[in-house]
């Protein structure tokens, strides 16, 4: 988890201007324990990619289908 912004930094160099990131993830809450691997992703992490010069095209949170049913994220974001 300490190396998620430093990540999600790197990634994002990789999405040229105009260029698009879409991005998958089991998400949690702050107030949730990080859990193991895969880590689910907190939405205030997600949102840093604004600050990296992503603009939020698309997201949605939502619970999958399985049992018991896992919180996940989709979002799409468009490179300024």
């Avoid at 912004?5 to 998400?27: D, Q």
């Avoid at 809450?29 to 010069?53: F, V």
């Avoid at 992503?54 to 996940?72: I, S």
């Amino acid at each position: 988890p300490e190396l998620r912004a430093e990540a999600l930094n790197k990634i994002s160099g990789f999405v040229a201007p105009g260029g698009y990131l879409l991005l998958i993830s089991r998400l949690r809450d702050e107030s949730e324990e990080a859990g193991s691997m895969p880590w689910p992703l907190l939405r205030s992490e997600i949102d840093s990619l604004k600050t990296l010069g992503f603009a939020e095209r698309y997201a949605e949170d939502y619970l999958d289908g399985e049992q018991p049913a896992v919180r996940r994220f989709r979002g799409c974001y468009r490179r300024k």
